[in-house]
């Protein structure tokens, strides 16, 4: 018979399991390797950030378009939504003459109720002196933008030399028309002045002869002087300096016997008057005792040197001051 042994069977071995060792092994290599790739990135932005101020400093900045010029300046008549006055237009019809005898155009333009009369005002009619006001905003308008400086002397024709301001209040105090010649001569002539006027929306308003102008080739109108004088009381065409020496230059006029003298005693007017053998006009600013600012400008298209125009002027300033002096 076979021989029995007591002897167990081997086993086999098993595997052997990574350890706890292991692990933390393998998540410190992957925590290292999570550090390099945030460090990295940081690096990256740093780096691209430096990049770009160096850039900023070093390289010409790239060209803008530049912002564009604003060439047309909004008027206050008739594109506003200023109120007409069917009373006061109905009272300034009733003094218009027959068209045979004179032509009238008149504007008024209460500031504070925004309300105004417009009576043919939109026509052009020779202007006579009442150019020399907007010919005075657009002085003050290029000393503004420094083209001009109120203290540059130039010469009168007989050899003098006065300064441009001088000009300006010969021009409007006298009706100067040789100083009147050497602001239009200062500001590069006229058509300058007349691009700068069509700029502002005088549609109406056109140098077109150096003074004197006997023939009436200048033109205005009554909605292009109150426009203006609004553009002025607004501060939208001068400085507010500039707009206080062209107040008291306007104060300044000698010539009262037309928009002042319908108007109260204790009222103050800055205005400028026109006259020609072919037209009479005055336009201007008045304050009113009241704390009422009105604006108008009344031109007459006249023949044969027809007196009535001045009275006429006078009447309609008269009506017009009575009826704000009432509302």
């Not at 300096?241 to 003298?261: F, G, H, K, V, Y």
């Not at 309609?316 to 704000?324: A, D, H, K, M, R």
């Amino acid at each position: 018979m076979p021989k029995t042994t007591d002897q167990k069977p081997e086993k086999k071995k098993a595997k052997p399991r990574p350890t706890s060792k292991g692990w933390i092994f393998v998540l410190f290599v992957l925590q290292i390797l999570l550090r390099v790739i945030v460090v990295g990135v940081g690096i990256s932005v740093i780096a691209g950030s430096l990049l770009h101020v160096w850039r900023s400093h070093t390289s010409p900045p790239n060209p803008q378009p530049p912002a564009p010029v604003v060439s047309q300046v909004t008027v206050a008549l008739p594109e506003t939504p200023a109120i007409p006055s069917p009373e006061l237009l109905a009272k300034l019809k009733e003094l218009a003459p027959k068209p045979e005898d004179m032509q009238l155009q008149v504007v008024v333009f209460d500031v504070e109720a925004g309300t105004y009369a417009n009576l043919n005002g939109d026509q052009p009619f020779p202007a006579a002196e009442t150019i020399q006001l907007p010919l005075l905003v657009a002085f003050f308008h290029f000393v503004d933008q420094g083209k001009l400086r109120l203290n540059t002397r130039v010469d009168k024709p007989n050899g003098t030399k006065i300064s441009l301001l001088t000009a300006a209040v010969s021009m409007i105090s006298t009706g100067d028309n040789t100083a009147s010649n050497l602001l239009v001569h200062a500001m590069g002539g006229i058509k300058p002045v007349n691009q700068l006027w069509q700029n502002w929306g005088l549609k109406q308003t056109r140098l077109n002869s150096l003074f004197p102008d006997t023939e009436g080739a200048n033109t205005t109108s009554s909605v292009d002087l109150v426009n203006l004088l609004s553009m002025v009381e607004r501060g939208q065409v001068l400085q507010l300096r500039s707009r206080d020496r062209l107040l008291d230059i306007l104060a300044r006029t000698e010539a009262n016997s037309l928009l002042p003298q319908g108007i109260g005693a204790e009222a103050r007017i800055y205005h400028k008057m026109g006259d020609s053998p072919s037209s009479v006009g005055d336009a201007g600013i008045v304050d009113m005792p009241n704390g009422k600012r009105y604006l108008t400008a009344i031109l007459v298209k006249r023949k044969a040197e027809n007196p009535s125009a001045y009275d006429l002027i006078r009447t309609v300033s008269s009506t017009s001051y009575n009826f704000l002096s009432s509302t």
